[in-house]
């Protein structure tokens, strides 16, 4: 079992804490969010960690982590973020975004998890979500369910809350046949969008692709996508308000609602 943490965000939405470090450098609850990460990862024996990094790349020196880096952060995204790391790709992988914190049960669910693709997902996402915006259906996204609990569709605008059964964190794993499927599948839209058209999101170039895109794309080819269901424990570090909002609760003792840091 291998992890890579996809980190090369610069986290705009984060200033003024982003303007020397990178998002995934972003200290809260006295770790930045990468050590947070690398922390639940060696509590549950994985070591073989791969960070892709990009903003202000030189400031990420953990030692014992192989480091690969997307030259073209500023314009492309998570999709292009993870396959600057295909060689890494093989087995069993792990892949988070290095915006998020997680307890260790919720990486435990995934790792024994069988499928070929595993999805975390929070059924718990309203009152998360009502914590850290006054309208959540502004930054809510699809997330659809089959009887089996896997994933019909992801990743899109809503206007209603009866299009969520849960929200996509960021947090996922390939492996078995779908290691290789997924680096076919991403050179075939490559290939593809080098024709002019990107069949993962025709609204937007190819390399500007969401992960969601993606798995979205592995769904409409076939692919059954397994979802991991938690409730909350876990946080993701988007905004300055998320920042604000979480220091407040840490402080008023109130975080333990969302996340048990001792389980980090």
Not at 78 to 85: I, Y
Not at 216 to 234: A, F, T
């Amino acid at each position: 079992m291998k992890a890579i943490i996809l980190a090369a965000g610069e986290g705009k939405r984060l200033r003024p804490l982003t303007e020397n470090v990178p998002k995934c450098m972003v200290s809260i609850f006295g770790k930045s969010l990468l050590e947070h990460q690398l922390g639940v990862f060696e509590k549950v024996g994985i070591s073989d960690i791969t960070v892709v990094t990009g903003y202000k790349s030189n400031s990420i020196t953990i030692p014992n982590v192989k480091y690969y880096k997307n030259e073209n952060y500023d314009s492309t995204n998570m999709v292009e973020t993870l396959f600057c790391a295909k060689n890494e790709l093989s087995g069993s992988v792990i892949v988070s975004y290095g915006d998020i914190i997680f307890e260790r049960s919720v990486l435990e669910k995934l790792i024994n998890a069988d499928e070929d693709f595993v999805v975390a997902i929070d059924k718990e996402w309203n009152r998360y979500w009502s914590a850290r915006f006054e309208n959540p259906l502004a930054d809510l996204e699809s997330l659809k369910l089959d009887e089996g609990g896997y994933i019909k569709e992801l990743g899109q605008k809503v206007s209603d809350f009866n299009e969520i059964q849960g929200q996509y964190i960021g947090l996922m794993k390939f492996q078995n046949n779908g290691i290789e499927f997924i680096k076919k599948f991403y050179q075939r839209a490559k290939d593809e969008s080098k024709k002019g058209f990107n069949f993962l999101n025709p609204k937007i170039p190819f390399e500007k692709s969401f992960m969601t895109d993606f798995l979205q794309g592995l769904i409409n080819v076939g692919c059954k996508l397994k979802s991991v269901q938690i409730s909350n424990g876990w946080l993701e570090l988007d905004t300055l308000n998320d920042y604000n909002v979480y220091n407040s609760m840490y402080k008023n003792k109130k975080l333990s609602q969302f996340i048990d840091l001792k389980m980090l």
